[in-house]
């Protein structure tokens, strides 16, 4: 069974910067599209940014500029920084790998990230 385990998340200041890091085990490392999303309390589930093996990205319009995904293929880990963080961006964020062959999605258990002063 496909394994995606989060971490990084934390507390942090706004205007401040965390890198979240999400190791993938038991699978293709290169047949999945893999993503962040993020849940905010009393919201669905929205699209953060993914990128496929060959290093193309997508981002939601309210990360651009600011968080960065990024993936190592030979270490089968896929990264978000994340900067000039905002209240707005509190919540918890999962990891998602895809598989482009027949788009099955598998999820992480997520790591919470809390913008605060």
């Known amino acids: 069974q496909v394994q995606l385990v989060e971490s990084g998340g934390g507390l942090v200041q706004p205007g401040g910067s965390l890198r979240l890091s999400c190791a993938a085990s038991?699978?293709?490392?290169?047949?999945?599209?893999m993503g962040w999303y993020r849940q905010a309390p009393g919201k669905q589930r929205e699209l953060v940014a993914t990128?496929?093996?060959?290093?193309?990205?997508n981002y939601a319009d309210s990360v651009k500029g600011r968080f960065t995904v990024s993936r190592g293929n030979a270490k089968n880990t896929v990264y978000l920084q994340l900067n000039g963080l905002k209240p707005e961006d509190t919540a918890l964020y999962y990891c998602?790998?895809?598989?482009?062959?027949?788009?099955?999605?598998?999820w992480g258990q997520g790591t919470q990230v809390t913008v605060s002063s």
């Open positions: 998602n790998g895809r598989l482009t062959v027949s788009s099955v999605d598998y």
């Open positions: 038991r699978m293709i490392f290169s047949l999945y599209v």
């Open positions: 990128i496929t093996s060959g290093g193309s990205t």
